[in-house]
Nanobody, 125 residues
């Protein structure tokens, strides 16, 4: 199977910065899209930023110019640099990836979506 593990969340003051990391592990052939989502209390989960295997970027309007997504294909990792944080950025942030992998019997699976466990980001003075 495949696991996504996030790190880097925490408490930060408005205007501050945080960098989230997410690493995928398992019997991975390739990772297609990778993305960050977030979910604030009482709200639906929303896409924050995404990056394809070819490097095409996509951002939610609310974070454009403040957040930067990047990936390291050699490490099966994706990052989210968050600058100029606002209280409305407070949420649980989730890593998402579309993965081609094999199970313990060597059977291949193509294009399955996996999610990390989430990491809390709190922006408050």
């Amino acid at each position: 199977q495949v696991q996504l593990v996030e790190s880097g969340g925490g408490l930060v003051q408005p205007g501050g910065s945080l960098r989230l990391s997410c690493a995928a592990s398992g019997s991975i052939f390739s990772i297609n899209h990778m993305a960050w989502y977030r979910q604030a209390p009482g709200k639906q989960r929303e896409m924050v930023a995404g990056i394809t295997s070819g490097g095409t970027l996509n951002y939610a309007d609310s974070v454009k110019g403040r957040f930067t997504i990047s990936r390291d294909n050699a490490k099966n990792a994706v990052y989210l640099q968050m600058n100029s944080l606002k209280p409305e950025d407070t949420a649980v942030y989730y890593c998402n990836a579309g993965v081609d992998f094999s199970d313990s019997d060597g059977r291949p699976y193509v294009g399955y979506d996996f999610w990390g466990q989430g990491t809390q980001v709190t922006v408050s003075s």
